[in-house]
Each structure stands twice: as C-alpha cells, then as structure tokens.
C-alpha cells in the first residue's frame, strides 16, 4: 500500500513563530487531507487538497502532486495550534485514506 | 457547517462483551467509514461502506467486527465480543463522493477492561 511518511515529527515553537510541516507520499493521489488533532482527540479538517494551494486564516497549504509531496504552513503561531497535525492520502485505485504517523506539535506561551 | 455525530463518546466495557458504536453520518453523504486510533499511535482504516455494503475492508476488520446502516440513517459499527487490544479512539467518517474530502466525527474512546 500507499506510505506516508511526515516530518518533523515533534517540533516545538514559542507562541508568534512560523512552522512548515511536511508529507511525502510514495504514490499517486486523488485526495489528500490536513488534520489536527487537539488535546480531547477531535479530528479537525484542516484542508482538502489532492493539488494547488489554499489558505485559511494563519494556515495555508500546497501540494505538489507530480511531485508526491504537500505541505502545511502556520503562521504566527498561538499555543491552542498545539496537537497532532495528520498529513492523510487516498490512493487512485481505492477509497481508504491512510494517514501518516503525524507532526506533534507544541506551541509555548 | 454539517457535521458527523457519534455515540456514545466514552464507553467502558468488560472483556468479551459486545459493543455498538453509532455514527449518524451527513444526510446527503453516501460513503461511509470507521477507522480506529490507539492511544498514541495513527489513524488507521477499518472498513468502508457504499450503498448498503461493504467495499473495502482492512485486515485489522475481522470476523469480531461487523457494520451496518439499520434504518437508512444511522451507522453502526459492532463488536462481537471485545478485547484489551480493542481499546482505542473510534472515529466515523463520510463523505458525499468518492473525490470529496472526508468529514470525521468526533470520536468513541473505547476502554477495555
């Protein structure tokens, strides 16, 4: 199967400080997701973005298919964006969504 | 913004009881799927459902476990008779189609005593 390979796996940031998180993926895609994970273990949507570039907020993404990699960016950084952050990819030939081993992220005051 | 709701969100249970974990999924989704974190390690797929029957299952998804859409509205995922190892999140998930992003709800912690 697919694998899905995140880093850095734990980073640690003082609160305002910018963060790139990344997600190489070793196949082709037809979805791919960001998720964070806060401390009551909720999965938050982040973005949907198999392609291309969005930006919510402080958060943006891209991911660059051809090249089977994406990545998330946060910016001035604020301690509730501390948590898991989950790169997810689906395959072209099925449905499931396999997730990497995650970013653990910790933002201090 | 619509949401997936599960329940219940904490269950505690005996070793070798059964559990039924509910999903009610977004009312115009049509794919739908379970997927279970232990504590401290990823998300990993159990099962996907599509139009009243299984289409993909990993090898996680035994003969232990079992899912179904009893009234067209909720979705149900049943453990027959639960271990330790069974302890974890459970989380639900939808989507409207098949190149939509998915929707997850909030979870089921599962402990097994």
């Known amino acids: 199967g697919i694998q899905v390979e995140q880093s850095p796996p734990d980073l640690i940031l003082q609160e305002g400080a910018n963060s790139t998180l990344r997600c190489n993926f070793s196949d082709s895609v037809n979805n791919l997701q960001w998720f964070h994970q806060n401390p009551w273990g909720q999965l938050i949507n982040l973005f949907y973005i198999p392609s291309g570039t969005k930006q919510n907020g402080r958060l943006s993404a891209t991911t660059v298919a051809t090249e089977r990699y994406s990545l998330l960016y946060i910016s001035s950084s604020q301690t509730t964006d501390s948590g898991v952050y989950f790169c997810?990819?689906?395959?072209?030939?099925?449905?499931?969504?396999?997730f990497g081993e995650g970013t653990q992220l910790t933002v201090n005051p | 913004e619509p949401e997936v709701t599960q329940t219940p969100s904490h269950q505690v249970t005996q070793m070798g009881q059964e559990v039924i974990l509910r999903c009610v999924p977004i009312?115009?989704?049509?794919?739908f799927y379970w997927y279970r974190q232990i504590l401290g390690q990823k998300v990993e797929f159990l099962v996907s459902?599509?139009?009243?029957?299984?289409?993909?299952k990993s090898e996680i998804f035994d003969d232990q476990f079992s899912v179904e859409r009893p009234d067209g509205s909720n979705f149900t995922l049943k453990i027959r008779s639960t271990k330790l190892e069974d302890s974890a999140m459970y989380f639900c998930?939808?989507?409207?189609?098949?190149?939509?992003?998915?929707?997850f709800g909030s979870g089921t912690r599962l402990t097994v005593v």
């Open positions: 998930a939808t989507r409207g189609a098949r190149l939509y992003g998915y929707t």
């Open positions: 009312s115009n989704h049509l794919y």
């Open positions: 459902f599509y139009n009243n029957e299984i289409s993909e």
């Open positions: 997810a990819v689906g395959e072209t030939s099925g449905s499931r969504l396999t």
